[in-house]
């Protein structure tokens, strides 16, 4: 049983550019929802996407966007980054009754 | 101050010997409680997850959640080098969505 996937693994960025992170929830599972996570702090809920709808959204600008397709995978886009959007960021799906399972991450540095 | 307190450790103690974690909450809506379990540089894993106040048991891990406190626990026994990671708690409402807050983690060592 395939668990949530994740790409790119890494990736660098420059500040004022666009960047596009994907996951692939863990099969049966419905809900994608994204985290950020800064060193050595716990992850921040960014938003979650439920019938390819933002169901809910935590305290990010506008400059976070998302997108889920009717096979629940989903994107992530970031625009006009900054330095401290470096971080690690988690895909997470779940299902009605179950606890969210995180993918491996992607880890952003933006220069 | 924060909805969600964890002290960042880091816990140090020798393999064999019972691990003890916990957090402490402000949001009395939490229903829903878990605890990930962090490897270096990896995303989080599920360890335990339980609804309202109680305990709950699943091989050497016990989790512990007392609501009337604003309080949950996770025991560890028997500890093995290979449990050296982060431990993060998380919960949630249980409104429509399962956003998850975090405490921001306790950095365990065992020992060998």
């Known amino acids: ?111 | 101050q924060k909805e969600v307190e964890q002290d960042p450790g880091p816990l140090s103690v020798p393999e064999g010997a019972i691990v003890s974690l916990n957090c402490t909450y402000s949001n009395s809506a939490f229903q829903y409680f878990m605890w990930y379990r962090q490897y270096s540089r990896k995303g989080p894993e599920l360890l335990m997850y339980t609804y309202s106040s109680g305990n709950k048991e699943d091989g050497r891990f016990t989790a512990q959640v007392d609501k009337s406190s604003k309080y949950i626990s996770l025991f560890i026994r028997d500890s093995q080098p290979s449990d050296s990671a982060t431990y993060l708690c998380a919960m949630s409402d249980g409104a429509a969505g399962n956003k998850l807050t975090f405490g921001g983690g306790t950095r365990v060592l065992v020992k060998p």
């Open chain 1, 1 to 111: 049983d395939a668990g949530v996937t994740q790409s790119p693994t890494h990736l660098i960025k420059t500040r004022g550019q666009q960047v596009t992170l994907r996951c692939s929830p863990k099969s049966g599972h419905d809900t994608v929802s994204w985290y950020q996570q800064a060193l050595g702090q716990g992850p921040q809920f960014i938003f979650q996407y439920y019938e390819e709808e933002e169901r809910q959204r935590g305290n990010f600008p506008d400059r976070f966007s998302g997108h889920q397709f009717p096979n629940y995978s989903s994107e992530l886009n970031v625009n006009a980054l900054l330095l401290g959007d470096s971080a690690l960021y988690l895909c997470a799906s779940s299902s009605s009754g179950t606890g969210e399972y995180f993918g491996p991450g992607t880890r952003l540095t933006v220069t």
